[in-house]
């Protein structure tokens, strides 16, 4: 079984800054595509940035491209999602995934096969 934790969120005013963290308990395969989804109260949980782990390709969400920047550090031991320019409609609960022996790296939430328990981000007006 592989656990997925994530830290960072918390409250910020509007057009601040946050980063996620995602630390997984291991790596199954090196062959993997990990990223963040998010869920607010009554609207159906969205896809925000997926990155691969075969070259390091990365895909964004609209709403969110431009403002959010996935990676992962050198070790490979840990996804970040760097937010910018936060805004009120982005007050969700947000998710790290993984899905390990991925032949390919998209967000269709059906692939992933782990998720961890959310770290809630709060953006005021």
């Known amino acids: 079984q592989v656990q997925l934790v994530e830290s960072g969120g918390g409250s910020v005013q509007a057009g601040g800054s946050l980063r996620l963290s995602c630390e997984a308990s291991?790596?199954?395969?090196?062959?993997?595509?990990m990223g963040w989804f998010r869920q607010a109260p009554g609207k159906e949980r969205e896809g925000l940035a997926v990155?691969?782990?075969?070259?390091?390709?990365?895909a964004y969400a609209d709403s969110v491209k431009g403002r959010f920047t996935i990676s992962q550090d050198n070790a490979k031991t840990t996804l970040f999602l760097q937010m910018r320019d936060l805004k009120p409609e982005d007050t969700a609960m947000y998710y790290c995934?993984?899905?390990?022996?991925?032949?390919?790296?998209?967000?269709?939430?059906?692939?992933?096969?782990?998720w961890g328990q959310g770290t809630q981000v709060t953006v005021s007006s």
């Open positions: 990155r691969y782990s075969i070259g390091g390709a990365t």
């Open positions: 291991r790596y199954i395969s090196s062959r993997y595509c």
């Open positions: 995934v993984a899905d390990f022996y991925a032949a390919k790296c998209t967000m269709n939430g059906a692939n992933f096969d782990y």
